[in-house]
């Protein structure tokens, strides 16, 4: 019976698991722009969650774990290319021809350069609560980092940001927000 | 009279619902009532959606590439895979200790299965401590906040679920009946939600001669032993711990 209970288990956390990696992807390319290393950043971190496992108590925090993992393995690749890699230069050269609608927007565009321009401990934070939606509890946990600091980084970056896409066109941006909510 | 000169750091606190109950309650009051502060709020807002839009869509993955290229067996292929994983899980997933290269032909989706299944086979009751040691209203808001989505999530689950919430150094103040802002939501968690409350005993001690006072602390929380005994006795019952 157990078998069949674990077949089951597995047989229906498939779809939940699949979710979990396209989230660890798109937050991998948030910070690094580029699909050939997101994709190796989520395999490595794949291999790690494999490896580390057993040292997972509980399945409520098995986001958060797998973030960290992940943040972890981008760090290591900061630290071997160096904090001032140029992410300009790693812009994803087959992004138009595979995505054309979302590159066809402007605004869309506007708003990813404007996360470039954030120093990286802002970037990291940010997409972390704003497209992950993750407390600042558990980005805390996962960056290392107290609570306050994370605080810090998520203001100075959504005040970045304000001043960046004010200066864009509030018009703009409102039509797409707008066209969200809908 | 509602205080309509809000810091854009308490703005940020306010849209992500980082604050508490009152806090919550009066700049949503304020906001309601002054058109600058609605802007400034629905600027944030936009910024924070704006962010999350961005990178809704983004390249595919290899990943997802060779998933849409293979054919779909559909259900045989499913049990295969998870055959796969669960023979992995019997064997103590024998190949991965020592063989790294065949852990990562494994595909990246029954690697997470392993991770779930291997989770899911672990019917240890639910237990978390939460280890607060500050007294700043950031901390211990978010603190709190973080309690009532475990409890929710868990509750949503419908899972069983054992909170603690051990207290010691500034983090005692929140159990303190003469200045804690916080009894009434602690009381509920008490009461409602079955939390059990710990004040370091030996933070109390230090309190005390520190202020040439005695320290009241709520009724129904726990006050005889230390951080010390507390934490590590729960780490090593397998409680998982989280700290403010």
Redesign the interface.
């Known amino acids: 019976m157990k078998i069949v209970k674990n077949l089951v288990a597995a047989l229906s956390l498939k779809s939940e698991f699949a979710a979990r990696r396209n989230k660890l992807y798109r937050i991998a390319y948030a910070w690094s722009h580029d699909s050939a290393l997101s994709d190796d950043l989520v395999q490595e971190t794949v291999y790690k969650a494999l490896k580390n496992a057993d040292k997972l108590r509980d399945i409520a925090t098995l986001d958060a774990w797998l973030y960290r993992i992940l943040y972890n393995c981008w760090q290591d690749y900061l630290r071997v290319k160096g904090r001032n890699v140029e992410f300009v230069e790693m812009h994803d050269s087959e992004q138009a021809d595979q995505s054309d609608n979302y590159q066809q927007s402007q605004i869309v565009k506007r708003v990813r350069s404007s996360i470039e321009k954030l120093p990286m401990p802002l970037r990291e934070v940010v997409t972390l609560a704003d497209f992950s939606g993750l407390s600042y509890a558990e980005i805390a946990e996962i960056t290392d980092v107290p609570i306050g600091t994370v605080m810090s980084r998520l203001y100075r970056a959504r005040q970045n940001l304000k001043q960046e896409l004010l200066e864009f066109g509030s018009d703009n941006l409102s039509e797409l927000v707008l066209r969200r909510v809908k | 009279m509602v205080d309509h000169n809000i810091s854009?750091?308490r703005l940020?606190?306010f849209i992500?619902e980082?604050l508490d109950s009152d806090e919550m309650d009066a700049i949503h009051k304020a906001v309601l009532e002054d058109a600058t502060l609605r802007e400034r709020v629905c600027?944030?807002?936009?910024?924070?959606?704006?962010?999350?839009?961005?990178?809704?869509?983004?390249?595919?993955?290899?990943?997802?590439n060779e998933k849409n290229k293979r054919i779909q067996p559909g259900f045989y292929r499913?049990?295969a895979?998870?055959?796969l994983?669960?023979i992995g899980?019997l064997l103590g997933?024998s190949t991965?200790g020592y063989t790294?290269k065949a852990?990562?032909a494994?595909s990246?989706?029954n690697?997470?299965?392993?991770?779930?299944?291997?989770?899911?086979?672990?019917d240890r009751q639910?237990k978390?401590v939460l280890h607060i040691d500050s007294g700043?209203i950031?901390?211990v808001n978010?603190?709190l906040?973080?309690a009532d989505?475990?409890l929710a999530?868990?509750r949503k689950a419908n899972t069983p679920m054992k909170l603690d919430v051990v207290t010691n150094k500034g983090g005692i103040n929140i159990l303190r009946d003469d200045v804690s802002p916080y009894l009434a939501r602690i009381q509920k968690l008490i009461e409602d939600d079955d939390v059990t409350f710990y004040a370091c005993a030996r933070a109390i001690q230090k309190a005390r001669k520190k202020e040439g006072a005695d320290i009241r602390i709520i009724e129904g929380v726990t006050t005889d032993k230390t951080v010390r005994q507390l934490i590590p006795d729960r780490l090593k019952n397998?409680w998982?711990y989280?700290?403010?």
């Open positions: 854009e750091e940020n606190l992500d980082q600027q944030l807002k936009a910024v924070r959606e704006l962010v999350g839009y961005a990178y809704s869509e983004v390249p595919p993955s290899r990943y997802e499913a049990i895979a998870s055959m994983v669960f899980v997933w991965y790294p852990v990562k494994i990246a989706e690697a997470f299965q392993y991770v779930a299944n291997h989770v899911t086979v672990d639910r978390i700043d950031k901390v978010a603190a906040h973080e989505q475990l999530t868990y397998g998982v989280i700290k403010a």
